[in-house]
């Protein structure tokens, strides 16, 4: 599966992203107050391929004390190209 995955992305086209936000966070200590879930998502309207990558060095062993955490997030938005005019924009005449 994973051989099929490297080909698909090589034989795709890379495009950069309309829109795109890198941020990295060094956190000397977390204290985790509640359980639950986290999302980070990006949406564009028209989508053509909206993406969010996240690496961390959390471990998964339920503590609420973390010590110097690193996470890095990557979110990318790219925009369908236009079928004509949006609603919400002038027409150029």
């Given at each position: 599966?994973?051989?099929?995955?490297?080909?698909?992305?090589?034989a795709?086209?890379?495009?950069?992203?309309d829109?795109?936000?890198?941020?990295r966070v060094?956190?000397?200590?977390?204290?985790?107050?509640?359980?639950?879930?986290?999302?980070?998502?990006?949406?564009?309207?028209?989508?053509?391929?909206?993406?969010?990558r996240v690496?961390?060095?959390?471990p998964?062993d339920g503590?609420?004390s973390?010590r110097?955490?690193d996470?890095?997030?990557?979110?990318?938005?790219?925009?369908?190209g236009?079928?004509?005019?949006?609603?919400?924009?002038?027409?150029?005449r």
């Amino acid at each position: 599966m994973w051989i099929a995955f490297a080909l698909a992305a090589q034989a795709a086209p890379a495009t950069l992203p309309d829109i795109q936000l890198d941020a990295r966070v060094t956190a000397r200590r977390v204290e985790i107050r509640s359980s639950g879930e986290a999302r980070l998502e990006a949406r564009a309207q028209p989508d053509a391929g909206s993406d969010v990558r996240v690496e961390r060095n959390l471990p998964r062993d339920g503590r609420r004390s973390l010590r110097n955490i690193d996470i890095r997030v990557r979110a990318e938005a790219r925009l369908a190209g236009p079928e004509g005019p949006q609603p919400d924009q002038p027409q150029n005449r």
